[in-house]
């Protein structure tokens, strides 16, 4: 069809040609701009899933844009195949570069941590420790063995991918199912000796944290070996809920109940029993009811004793266990920040103490809290606390190569004001080399729990 645009018109009206001149050259510019430049976004996640805030993303040799603290990056109006490089001094990116010729909005980045020599030391610390029978000793010398602490080193090993190392703590426990879990009043002993002995004390979060490391173990490896002790393991703990839905703490040495709650073994319960059905229901009715903070947000701990209302340990496993959950339990983690001297070093170190009396940096719950901002996607935080941590580093006196940290970086009280034993400033301590690493790997070990189809209703602290 023939145009019936009058083109002597432009003549006799030069301003109209000179618009529709540059009208028609700004929308052929537009559509080659348009056809020469790309919007590219994405997530960078690490190797367990957690999104990863604040790592760089440079696009020229001088300009970056950074994910934001759900992992998040989007750019727009990029040349294309332009190599963008995420860049951070704690990570291996894969890929390491992104180079994209068409939109491209769900560009998924992986990170692990980048191997160093301190992480080495710790993974050779972890292998030295387990003695033949698979058990591994809380501390560098003694015979203390702690149910506990097994589970956490089951988790380190899987941070390693040492898969082999983590069966051989579950071996030791499977092969007691009928001689110790299943007699009664069953659970595994709290405490034993590097052999094996028990001392009788079942204690419910120790047991716990062995289910949850048993129910890490077959996610990652598909492994149904250990689904008898597992599912012993969930029987005898299904079988202290209270009325009330809350969890009794076990039975003493003599096989008398513990009828009180404690608010950490709840929240280990909560993660161990896999699912969601009436028991998680109930107790999550028993934290609202009876733990629950209004005015702080928080978990308490002790309400009998205001003095320690509040527990460290409380905030960062509340926060890395409960799907969306507040993120006061990290803000007022403050109430905890102190800065000591390191015993070993002299060096000034900041972090966080059992409670609200600021007299100890206790590395392990500084580890805690940088994997609950990890968890958070804080890694400005995350890195910061580990940081400090570094300052205890102790080298082995017994494994070459070999290291980790104290319990505590100085001489001070625990949670309620009870006295440290002599050496927890001075001796390499399981926990706190184990949190360490799970911090560092942002290996979260209540991760299965962050899954639970919890309906929004039962969610008390989104209300």
């Known amino acids: 069809m023939k145009s019936t645009f009058n083109t002597s018109l432009l ?6 040609s000179i618009a529709i001149f540059y009208l028609f050259t700004l929308s052929a510019c537009k559509k080659e701009n348009e056809a020469s430049t790309v919007t590219i976004g994405g997530k960078i996640i690490n190797e367990y899933g957690l999104p990863l805030g604040g790592i760089k ?19 727009s109006g990029l040349a294309k195949n332009t190599p963008i490089t995420p860049t951070d001094t704690n ?15 769900l560009i998924v980045v992986n990170a692990r941590p980048k191997p160093n020599a ?31 602490d097994n589970a956490l080193a089951a988790y380190v090993f899987m941070a390693y991918k040492d898969f082999e190392s983590a069966a051989n703590i579950f071996d030791f426990f499977k092969g007691r199912i009928n001689s110790e879990l299943k007699a009664s009043p ?99 009715q028993f934290f609202e009811d009876d733990r629950w903070e209004m005015s702080d947000q928080n978990l308490v701990a002790w309400r009998e004793n205001p003095q320690f209302l509040y527990a460290l340990d409380v905030h960062a496993w509340s926060y890395c266990c409960f799907k969306n959950y507040t993120t006061s339990a990290l803000t007022s983690a403050d ?33 805690q809290m940088a994997l609950a901002y990890r968890v958070a996607g804080n890694e400005t935080e995350a890195n910061y606390y580990l940081n400090e941590t570094l300052k205890a580093y102790k080298k082995s006196e017994m494994h070459e190569n070999a290291g980790g940290f104290p319990y505590a970086a100085n001489q001070g009280t625990s949670y309620g004001g009870g006295p440290l034993w002599e050496s927890a400033d001075k001796e390499i301590a399981l926990s706190s080399a184990a949190w360490y690493i799970l911090a560092r790997h942002g290996f979260n ?19």
Not at 119 to 132: N, R, T, Y
Request: net charge negative; with cysteine.
């Open 118 to 148: 301190i992480d080495l030391q710790i993974e050779a610390w972890f292998k030295a420790q387990q003695v033949a029978n698979g058990l591994m000793k809380s501390g560098e010398t003694g015979d203390f063995v702690s149910l506990y």
């Open 335 to 367: 109430r905890f920040l102190c800065t000591k001297t390191v015993t070993l070093t002299g060096m000034p170190i900041t972090g966080y103490c059992f409670d609200e009396d600021q007299d100890v940096v206790w590395l392990e719950g500084t580890g």
């Open 186 to 284: 069953g659970g595994f002993s709290q405490f034993r000796n590097a052999v094996g002995t028990p001392n009788k004390h079942r204690w419910l979060g120790d047991n716990a944290w062995l289910l949850m490391a048993i129910n890490t173990y077959k996610s990652l490896t598909n492994s149904s070996e250990y689904d008898e002790l597992a599912s012993e393991l969930e029987t005898w703990i299904r079988s202290l809920q209270d009325t009330d839905g809350g969890i009794n703490s076990g039975f003493d040495s003599n096989g008398d109940l513990l009828d009180y709650k404690v608010t950490e073994g709840n929240i280990d319960a909560f993660c161990a029993i896999p699912g969601y059905d009436d028991f998680h229901k109930k107790l999550l």
């Open 11 to 16: 003549l006799k009206v030069p301003f109209l």
């Open 445 to 463: 070990p209540f991760s299965l729990a962050q899954k639970k189809a919890i309906p929004a209703e039962d969610m008390f602290w989104l209300q």
């Open 91 to 105: 990570y291996i990116f894969e890929p390491n570069t992104i180079s994209v010729a068409s939109n491209s909005p």
């Open 57 to 75: 993303l440079y696009y020229t040799e001088n300009e970056f844009i950074s994910t934001e603290i759900d992992g998040t990056f989007r750019l």
